[in-house]
């Protein structure tokens, strides 16, 4: 698509790709902008740049403003005549004590919160961080004498307010009170581990991976990091492997992590790197990990990679077009993981009887060939018998068509594959036979017709048969001239299919 797009350019003389052709690529199909860009200067063509961030603008501003009306209880008139940001302090410290300014309940403001209400509070000052950047919010508690509030989330206002979900548990609250705020400590280290696991992890994919790989979404909770980028393949079991032991490797060397707030155009001549596409003031904040990563981020972190402990991929899938996703765990998440997988075996060493956990595959490998041999032997076994229900019933109740032996049998005892066995005897039992075979198996019925070579040159087709009958149940099917298959709806058709399949021959047979 993009070498169409260069020489649709190079046929009109003007040699550049437009805002909207090259955002369609990116957006849509997945490819990094930074790869548009260096083809097609090798193919001497530009890029309309700027129109293409302008595009990009346009989309996170519309998925931003989709993201608020989603927002049960909130109004974003009730916010607009805020002016001052609250300060946020959680990157030093994990409580404070705060002045409620405001108090929100559906959007509209109140004076004062009752027990057992669901508002939104918003501080001077907080240590709760805001959901952004893929992290998601602080909770924790709010409380003073005689009151306490749950606070389970955390969002940020364009305006620079932070906005407290809470839940009133005891007490009530008035605007202008002070406050003691306190997030939980657990949560808080467990959402850093793995935010600082996110950024060693975009660095090594593009160590294993190539230069090509850029973020394209995140989640970062205190159970798992959520990681999408650009690739257009899936990873190999190897390639998970390497990143593994990579960023294994990072924890365990007890790398220093880094924060600094600067000017943008020195982080930007430091070599750190923006998200794609998102908007940065004068001022940003620098996460630095040993000489592995620099990334522009106002999330939380550890700040050794020591912390982290041990990083663990749960799973990597596709997700679009050129986007894959990375789902992992860091710290306790992966000790919970080990000790349920553990869980898991003593369990099955126990149901297999043996004790020790190493000869478990050699024992599960032995069990798994032997129920197979098990299960081959029963469906000959089976077959066997059918085939000698089959001879007796072809003995007392098959019917004279001319020449031809007419015969309508019905079993349980038999699945697909050993269903087509059985189809092979019954044609090798007489050449004059013309059989319909009903077979229920697992609430699933088949109607089976075979025919004889002597019954197929006098004219009856199994595959017509099968088609015919089939359709005057509700089912459908066919196959060759001397066996074919067809769905039944029900066991109940049997009945039905009877007397037509006597009719159906007789009228068919030359």
């Known amino acids: 698509m993009l070498m169409d797009l260069i020489k649709k350019a190079d046929s009109t003389g003007c040699n550049k790709i437009s805002a909207q052709d090259a955002f369609k690529l990116c957006d849509t199909y997945g490819l990094p902008f930074d790869m548009l860009k260096d083809v097609a200067r090798e193919k001497g063509a530009r890029v309309d740049e700027n129109g293409f961030w302008e595009l990009m603008k346009q989309q996170q ?28 302090l959680g990157y030093d410290c994990l409580k404070c004590r705060a002045k409620l300014l405001h108090i929100f309940k559906d959007g509209q403001e109140l004076n004062e919160a009752v027990e057992n209400q669901r508002v939104d509070l918003i501080f001077d000052q907080t240590p709760f961080y805001a959901q952004s950047g893929g992290q998601i919010g602080d909770s924790g508690t709010a409380n003073s004498d005689g009151f306490c509030a749950n606070i389970t989330n955390c969002e940020k206002l364009s305006t620079g307010q932070f906005v407290h979900n809470a839940l009133i548990i005891s007490g009530n609250v008035k605007k202008g009170q002070t406050l003691n705020l306190g997030v939980d400590r657990l949560k808080r280290e467990a959402i850093s581990r793995n935010h600082t696991a996110a950024h060693i992890l975009q660095a090594v994919l593009i160590d294993v991976l190539g230069s090509h790989v850029h973020q394209a979404g995140q989640l970062i909770d205190p159970n798992k990091v959520r990681f999408d980028f650009n690739h257009f393949e899936a990873l190999t079991d190897s390639n998970i492997a390497e990143i593994e032991r990579k960023i294994n ?13 600067m000017k943008k155009e020195q982080a930007q001549k430091l070599g750190a790197i923006a998200l794609f596409g998102e908007k940065y003031g004068d001022w940003v904040r620098v996460v630095k990990i040993g000489d592995l990563s620099m990334e522009f981020c ?15 991929i749960m799973s990597e899938s596709s997700v679009g077009s050129g986007i894959r996703r990375i789902e992992a765990k860091t710290g306790y998440e992966v000790l919970k993981y080990i000790n349920s997988l553990e869980n898991i075996l003593n369990k099955t060493c126990e ?3 043996i004790k020790n956990k190493f000869e478990l595959y050699e024992k599960i490998y032995k069990l798994s060939n032997d129920f197979k041999d098990f299960c081959k032997k029963n469906e000959n076994l089976k077959l066997n018998l059918v085939e000698q229900e089959f001879c007796q019933t072809l003995k007392d109740s098959s019917q004279k068509i001319k020449n031809l032996d007419c015969v309508l049998f019905k079993t349980n005892k038999l699945n697909g594959k050993s269903l087509k066995s059985f189809g092979d005897f019954v044609k090798s039992e007489s050449p004059n036979i013309v059989a319909a075979i009903c077979a229920t198996c697992e609430k699933k019925s088949t109607l089976m017709v075979v025919c004889g070579k002597n019954a197929v040159k006098s004219g009856v087709n199994a595959g017509k048969v099968a088609r015919e009958l089939a359709s005057i149940a509700g089912g459908k099917g066919g196959g060759r001239k001397e066996l074919a298959m067809a769905g039944l709806p029900s066991a109940g058709c049997v009945d039905l299919i009877h007397e037509e399949f006597i009719k159906f021959v007789k009228n068919n047979i030359v």
């Open 61 to 88: 501003e519309r998925a931003r403003n989709a993201a608020c009306s989603n927002k049960i209880g909130w109004n974003k008139s009730s916010f607009k005549l805020f002016d001052s940001p609250t300060k946020f």
């Open 298 to 312: 106002g999330g939380t972190h550890v700040d050794n990679t020591a912390k982290l402990g041990l990083f663990k």
């Open 249 to 261: 490797d990072v924890i365990l060397g007890a790398n220093s992590v880094e924060t600094r707030e």
């Open 351 to 353: 149901c297999v009887k």
